[in-house]
């Protein structure tokens, strides 16, 4: 069946930098995305990798998949205050023609 | 360019009530899903519309339904509501591979 799982919480240091990591069951995934959640708004695409790729960075931002172990991480590079926020890992099933489905999210909480 | 936008932003309904949600795609987006996020929880799926067509449905009951527009906008309808039903209704506009989502609407039932 379908699943994504996270961590539900992180905390790290100003200037640190961050990695949240998620699992996913589904083997026939095609796409796998990294949204961004702030306090009582919607869903932010922060970026997306496609499954026949290791690896994608984007400025702060790097994912890295490990196809095998069905296993996605994002990094966050010199983490900011302004990244707190809960991160959600999700991913689109080959035929499901964009339902995405999405971990419970990972509360980021950046100490100043 | 306008995002994904959705309205009313907040809404309080009674046990038993219907309730209509509208959502406007991004600009060149002819795609809209839809997904209710529970608090605390990640979304989930509950339908996407194409051309006017639902073309996927999630595991939701047939209480929700929705409708797609010739000008791509979209509204979900939800009958009978559930206290089960409170929780942040999210709109999400594609043309490809990138769902971009609205600032949601927050539904509580009492």
């Known amino acids: 069946g379908e699943d994504v799982e996270q961590s539900l919480f992180l905390s790290v240091r100003e200037g640190d930098s961050s990695v949240i990591n998620c699992t996913y069951t589904?083997?026939?995934?095609?796409?796998l995305y990294w949204y961004k959640q702030e306090p009582g708004a919607g869903l932010q695409l922060l970026t997306y990798?496609?499954?026949?790729?290791d690896m994608k960075q984007d400025q702060r931002l790097t994912v890295l998949l490990n196809k095998k172990d069905k296993h996605l991480s994002l990094r966050i590079a010199d983490t900011q205050t302004g990244d707190s926020a809960i991160y959600f890992c999700?991913?689109?099933?080959?035929?499901?023609?964009?339902?995405?489905?999405f971990g419970k999210g990972t509360k980021l909480s950046v100490k100043p | 360019d306008a995002g994904v936008t959705q309205s009313p932003t907040h809404l309080i309904k009674t046990r038993g009530q219907q309730v209509t949600l509208r959502c406007s795609p991004k600009?060149?987006?002819?795609?809209v899903s839809w997904y209710q996020q529970a608090l605390g929880q990640g979304p989930q799926f509950i339908f996407q519309y194409y051309e006017e067509e639902e073309r996927q449905r999630g595991n939701f009951p047939d209480r929700f339904s929705g409708h797609q527009f010739p000008n791509y906008s979209s509204e979900l309808n939800v009958n009978a509501l559930l206290l089960g039903d409170s929780a942040l209704y999210l709109c999400a506009s594609s043309t490809g591979n990138e769902q971009y989502f609205g600032p949601g609407t927050r539904l509580t039932v009492t």
């Open positions: 990798i496609f499954s026949n790729m």
């Open positions: 999700a991913e689109s099933i080959r035929g499901s023609q964009g339902n995405l489905i």
């Open positions: 589904d083997s026939s995934s095609t796409y």
């Open positions: 600009s060149g987006h002819d795609t």
